[in-house]
């Protein structure tokens, strides 16, 4: 095989590959429509890029199933259960307060009943009753 021979191979073969792939004016060129997903144009040929939906590219960087130990999830079931149980303590711990209050203004009824007093009357902590006493309270109107 002489050099001419080769040279007009080399040459076939490169007019080959050159008419396979479409021409780009420039690098910068392919670098824009690549980057805005837009068709390349070389003179007459336009050649459209593959364009992956969101749901697709989503599903391919995501594994299918990812699940925690059970050392975790019974972790997690015990600080759920920890929680509850507070909420629970604390709903007892204001009926609780709302009862007390009851009680104590029950008693405060009964003595005032059981001495005949009114409004005007008040008692002192050290269980004196003060007649006409009592912190009037105004009315807005």
């Known amino acids: 095989m002489s050099k001419k021979n080769i040279a007009a191979g080399l040459e076939a073969v490169t007019m080959t590959a050159q008419a396979e792939q479409p ?3 420039s690098a910068e060129a392919a670098a824009a429509a690549a980057f805005s ?3 390349i144009n070389s003179g007459s040929l336009s050649v459209p890029l593959p364009t992956p939906s969101v749901e697709q ?3 391919a960087a995501t594994p299918k199933e990812t699940r925690i130990s059970h050392e975790d999830v019974s972790l997690l079931e015990l600080a759920k259960a ?3 149980t507070a909420a629970a303590q604390a709903r007892e711990a204001a009926a609780r ?7 104590y203004r029950y ?3 009964q003595v005032y009943l059981k ?3 009114n409004q005007t009357d008040a008692l002192s902590e050290d269980g004196t009753i003060i007649r006409g006493g009592a912190i009037q309270q105004t009315t807005q109107r």
Request: charged share 20%; net charge negative; hydrophobic share 45%.
């Open 107 to 109: 008693l405060v009824l």
């Open 57 to 59: 590219s989503i599903l």
């Open 37 to 39: 997903q837009q068709p």
């Open 82 to 84: 920890r929680k509850e």
């Open 115 to 117: 001495y005949g007093l």
């Open 23 to 25: 021409f780009v004016a």
């Open 97 to 103: 307060s709302e009862v007390s209050e009851i009680s």
